[in-house]
């Protein structure tokens, strides 16, 4: 797992990155340690973006104190996040301004497992963009037919499912427009794999 780490503070994600790399997950930075928050790692001799070069799964901020505001060494937190890419608070989760943009929060050690946990599962936003356009694409089976997306730095993988009742001619029919959909949500996806499954009960 590639994971990007961004600090409120600076030293504040230096136990979360030994926990991390203890683990077997490859840790990248827009800021090392002791440098100031501007440049950023695209902007610095490299020339590299780590959102894009190599690509990541997930980026998590590790803050020492509360506050409402981004610090200046999170600024990689708002890439990730209009780069669509799964973001996790950890530390002192109070009062943080990420929150309501969808982001996770984790308190104490457990930050590899739920960084972990995020790459597996299906992305909420992505799996209601998906589903929106599924249901409308498939007229009458609002119900019957709901969509998983997984998101990671390879792309999204797609699960449609559909319940026997469906017609399976009408779902595959919908697959460019959930691709379609998809796309216009995320455009920094490398690629969208989609997969039609049959499923004897869905929970909305």
């Known amino acids: 797992m590639n994971v990007l780490v961004n600090e409120a503070e600076p030293g504040a994600a230096d136990h979360a990155i030994e926990l991390l790399e ?3 997950h490859r840790v990248f930075r827009c800021h090392e340690r002791g440098d100031a928050p501007f440049p950023c790692a695209a902007l610095g001799p490299s020339g590299t973006c780590p959102l894009h070069d190599p690509g990541v799964d997930v980026a998590v901020t590790v803050r020492q104190h509360p506050r409402s505001r981004p610090s200046l060494l999170e600024d990689g937190i708002a890439c990730a996040l209009r780069a ?3 973001v996790l608070v950890s530390g002192k989760v109070l009062l943080n301004p990420y929150e309501e943009l969808g982001a996770e929060v984790v308190e104490g050690e457990h930050v590899v497992g739920v960084a972990e946990r995020i790459t597996v599962a299906p992305s909420p936003n992505h799996s209601d ?3 929106d356009a599924l249901r409308s694409a498939t007229h009458g089976h609002t119900g019957d037919v ?6 990671s730095r390879r792309g999204l993988q797609v699960e449609l499912e559909a319940l026997p009742t469906v017609d399976r001619a009408a779902v595959k029919q919908a697959v460019p427009r ?3 959909a998809l796309r216009a949500y995320d455009r920094h996806a490398p690629r969208i794999d989609v997969e039609i499954v049959e499923s004897p009960a869905l929970t909305p």
Not at 146 to 151: E, G, L, Q, T
């Open 22 to 24: 203890a683990a077997g």
């Open 146 to 151: 709901i969509a998983a997306v997984m998101r």
């Open 129 to 131: 963009i998906a589903t």
């Open 178 to 180: 959930v691709i379609a």
């Open 84 to 86: 669509r890419v799964p």
